[in-house]
């Protein structure tokens, strides 16, 4: 896989409505973030009181991709900024599923929030005819 800007990257591609986290790593030669993206289907998702949510946290799947090296995170189209830099060092978020509402939330960081960064979100994962919502959290500042 090329990794370009608008290119969703990750361990864990969606076929299927997913939830998850994701980053915007600079690609090295300009702002443009790249999407980094960890996910489970929803059919395969934990239940958090009324939500469906991801298993795994930034920090434990951040760790996980460092452990590999640069190298094999190459071959797998990560960017190596993964193995130099700290999880929190970059824009980060969430999805999550309300199973009352049927709604997905977006929670990320503000510059994360535009629009064309939302729509690369939203295809990552294959959200795109579902409806959401973006909200900001306190939780995915960087």
Do not use: C
Request: hydrophobic fraction near 40%; charge should be neutral; avoid cysteine.
């Amino acid at each position: 896989m090329t990794a370009t800007p608008t290119t969703p990257l990750s361990d864990s591609a969606p076929q299927l409505p997913s939830v998850g986290i994701f980053w915007g790593i600079p690609d090295g030669t300009s702002p443009i973030r790249m999407l980094v993206i960890d996910s489970t289907p929803l059919n395969a998702a934990e239940p958090y009181g009324a939500a469906l949510t991801h298993p795994r946290g930034h920090y434990d799947v951040w760790e996980a991709w460092q452990a590999v090296g640069v190298a094999k995170l190459k071959r797998r189209g990560l960017p190596a900024a993964i193995a130099y830099s700290e999880y929190e060092q970059h824009p980060r978020g969430r999805i999550v599923y309300d199973t009352a509402t049927q709604v997905f939330t977006i929670y990320a960081d503000r510059r994360l929030q535009a629009p064309e960064f939302i729509q690369q979100i939203v295809t990552a994962f294959g959200i795109t005819g579902a409806q959401f919502v973006v909200r900001s959290d306190s939780h995915y500042r960087s």
